[in-house]
């Protein structure tokens, strides 16, 4: 297999979905099915541009699995988006809701684009326009869309706004992600983020190393990165190294977090944070940590680099973060994975949570919306580390191993139509 198949996103995501195949020892038929997007759509529209002109861009929809429920999964505006970047994240999504028993099937959607080139006018209509196109695949009981990277809350009250308008009436439960005025849900924002910082917590409880004071290393300092590191900072965590895309900086002695946001808001990047050294992003990865969280996009961590990593625990905030090489290396020398299916599942947790609200007209305190999502988080990686523990196993086969046989096992009760 060349470099470029072993760090294709889809490739990972079938070598793992294999491995667990084998274990299950499933059908032959079942197995091919679920190896297999249901659907996909490529679109290629057209969006009128500030200057006058017309640029034609490339989207995607893709829906992996309906076995568990409608499809659910984000939509992600990156200049480096490919269709099997989007099989690959849907695969993934439905495994990440099988697993902490949501009753969705999996989907994904992106625009290669790079958002921040845009307008705020040009990015609503590429938005608008995008919206229209995926319209058939997307419904509030068929496929529900939310943020990923490059998208936000306002890019998803466009969809809501767009998909209503066509239907004559208010549709709040089309997306999740929204803002709160317009039928959002409290807490959504940090939902991923303190998915992370509770699966993180949760592991050092069954490990039994310390929490208070671990030093922790964030890889991307987005939504999910920066809600991480705050979190966890704020639960009594030392934050001592984070990056973004401007650039990487380290403090060994830690960094007050909330400081550090406010900082990114004024400037834009994390780069000249007092107090902090600039290092590579390579390095980064390297720094020795209790908590290693790569919260940026997937192939980081690599054969190439996952020999150097000092991380006890590496908590993956991104989806597909590290390859199936890096896993074995890392795997043979204790290190702890708990797999991005698990520990980023709170954001689609408090989805589902805002999509169920949308649906009754009924909403939820942002303490009932946090207490729900813990119980939740820390029944998931229990489930899973103790599926680990009685088979001999990485948390992350465990965690695959058993979003896997459930969605196969109600494949088989529902039966094959006709």
């Known amino acids: ?54 640029r034609v861009f490339t989207g995607y929809r893709v829906h992996h699995s309906v076995i568990l429920g409608p499809t659910k999964g984000g939509i992600r505006y990156h200049q480096d988006v ?14 990440k809701c099988s697993l902490v028993n949501l009753p969705y099937g999996g989907a994904k959607g992106g625009v290669i684009v790079d958002p921040r080139t845009l307008s705020q006018g040009e990015l609503e209509r590429l938005t608008r326009r995008y919206a229209l196109e995926i319209t058939p695949l997307v419904s509030p009981h068929g496929d529900i869309p939310a943020p990923d990277v490059g998208t936000n809350a306002q890019v998803m009250a466009w969809i809501m706004d767009t998909y209503s308008m066509h239907h004559g ?20 924002v940090e939902a991923t983020g303190r998915g992370v910082m509770i699966a993180a917590r949760e592991t050092a409880r069954l490990l039994g190393l310390p929490w208070q004071g671990a030093p922790v290393v964030i890889q991307g300092f987005g939504n999910v990165g920066s809600n991480a590191a705050r979190l966890m900072w704020q639960d009594g965590c030392k934050v001592i190294a984070v990056c973004d895309v401007g650039g990487a900086i380290h403090n060994p002695d830690g960094f007050d977090v909330a400081a550090l946001q406010q900082h990114v808001a004024q400037t834009g990047s994390v780069v000249g944070f007092p107090g902090t050294t600039p290092i590579a992003h390579r390095d980064l990865l390297e720094v020795p940590c209790t908590f290693l969280v790569p919260a940026a996009l997937e192939g980081q961590i690599t054969a190439a680099n996952a020999e150097r990593i000092r991380a006890r625990v590496i908590v993956e905030g991104a989806n597909g973060p590290t390859t199936p090489e890096a896993d074995e290396i890392l795997g043979a020398r204790g290190t702890t994975i708990v797999p991005d299916i698990l520990a980023n599942s709170g954001g689609v947790i408090v989805s589902y949570f805002e999509w169920v609200q949308d649906l009754q007209s009924l909403f939820w305190s942002e303490d009932d919306i946090n207490q729900r999502l813990e119980r939740l988080m820390i029944r998931s990686v229990r489930d899973v580390f103790d599926v680990a523990h009685k088979q001999g196993i990485g948390l992350r086969l465990a965690a695959l191993q058993r979003a896997v046989d459930r969605v196969a096992g109600a494949l088989m009760i529902r039966g094959i139509y006709p």
């Open 169 to 188: 009436h208010s549709v709040a439960a089309v997306v999740t992600g929204k803002p709160v005025s317009i039928g959002g849900s409290v807490g959504r």
């Open 82 to 95: 490919t269709l099997n970047e989007v099989r690959a994240l849907a695969m993934w999504m439905t495994w």
């Open 1 to 54: 297999m060349t470099q470029a198949a072993r760090d294709d996103p889809w490739e990972m995501a079938l070598r793992q979905f294999a491995q667990v195949a084998r274990r299950l020892s499933l059908k032959r038929g079942i197995e091919d099915f679920l190896r297999t997007p249901q659907r996909e759509l490529t679109v290629r529209f057209p969006v009128n541009m500030d200057d006058g002109t017309v």
